[in-house]
Each structure stands twice: as C-alpha cells, then as structure tokens.
C-alpha cells in the first residue's frame, strides 16, 4: 500500500511565499516523477510542476520563474517553493508520484495526495 501526504497549504497574502511538502511511504520500489497539480475552483486540474529521479524539473509557463520544485531522501519527499503568490495562484493543490510498488510490477502508476488548500488573498 501506497501513501502520499501532502501538505503545507494555508492563506498567504499577495506576494507572499508558502512552501508545499508531499511525503511518499509504503510499498514503494522505485519512483521516477513527482509532482504537483491544482485546481482552482470551477476550474479543471491543471499540471504545476514536476522533477524524475534524474533531478531535472519542468514547471508550467504560469509559475515559471516563482516555484521551484525538489525532492530528497530518494524522492521519497518533495517540496514546493512558492514565491511571489497571486491571487490566480489560489487552488487546492494535489503531489503526485509515479511509481513501481515491486520490482516484478511492469508498469509505473500514478498515485495522489488528498490535496492542499493555498489560499492567496489579502
């Protein structure tokens, strides 16, 4: 069994900064992505960033330059830097990870948080 525990969220102000963690535990071989989703409300789930177990991130053009995405402990941690909140930043945000639960499991699947609330307001 698979657990991922994301967490984090809370209300910031414009401009302000949070700092997302999702830890990943379990029946757990080998990971090769983490990353994070949001969706703000009335809106679809929207892809935010990612780093693989080579360390190489990718980020959406929206948070690009303000997030920045790192992993440790084997990637069975990572985190989310936000800088430079904005309103439009406001969602409950999700960690995921794609992940082998046993050496002898062909494929790699997805598993998820239960999410994290960032509020941007003042």
């Known amino acids: 069994q698979v657990q991922l525990v994301d967490s984090g969220g809370g209300l910031v102000q414009p401009g302000g900064s949070l700092r997302l963690s999702c830890s990943a535990s379990?029946?757990?071989?080998?990971?090769?992505?983490m990353g994070w989703y949001r969706q703000a409300p009335g809106k679809e789930r929207e892809w935010v960033a990612s780093i693989t177990s080579s360390s190489r991130t990718n980020y959406a053009d929206s948070v690009k330059g303000r997030f920045t995405i790192s992993s440790e402990n084997a990637m069975r941690t990572a985190y989310l830097q936000m800088n430079s909140l904005k309103a439009e930043d406001t969602a409950v945000y999700y960690c995921y990870a794609n992940l082998k639960t046993d050496y002898y499991t062909p494929d790699y699947m997805d598993y998820w948080g239960k999410g994290t609330l960032v509020t941007v307001s003042s």
């Open positions: 379990g029946r757990i071989f080998s990971i090769s992505v």
